[in-house]
């Protein structure tokens, strides 16, 4: 069992930056791939990056390569994802996600755990 809770969403100006952390509670965060999903409003949730374990394997989605970059700090139970050059197509809620399955996760289907979101948005 693990519970997520993000912080450091608001509202940006086209170009701006923000950090995203994601705190997670237990023991045993360093045994979770940890996966950020987006989603906004009438659309599905989409998948952002994820990292591995150890913080190898970093994997983002082709709209925000480049752009985002996700980390996590085990002893700190917390994964973060730096967000720079945002754009107006960038707002949404954001999620951080866990799963106890090994692997470059792209799918919402392959976790398990879910914090209860923050929402960014980016004007133009």
């Known amino acids: 069992q693990v519970q997520l809770v993000e912080s450091g969403g608001g509202l940006v100006q086209a170009g701006g930056s923000l950090r995203l952390s994601c705190a997670a509670s237990g023991r045993t965060f360093s045994s979770y791939v940890m996966g950020w999903f987006r989603q906004a409003p009438g659309k599905e949730r989409e998948f952002v990056a994820v990292?591995?374990?150890?913080?190898?394997?970093?994997y983002y989605a082709d709209s925000v390569k480049g752009r985002f970059t996700i980390s996590r700090d085990n002893a700190k139970n917390t994964v973060y994802l730096q967000m720079n050059n945002l754009k107006p197509e960038d707002t949404g809620v954001y999620y951080c996600?866990?799963?106890?399955?090994?692997?470059?996760?792209?799918?919402?289907?392959?976790?398990?755990?879910w914090g209860q979101g923050t929402q960014v948005t980016v004007s133009s």
């Open positions: 996600a866990a799963s106890s399955i090994e692997g470059v996760l792209t799918s919402t289907r392959y976790y398990g755990y």
């Open positions: 990292i591995g374990r150890s913080g190898s394997s970093p």
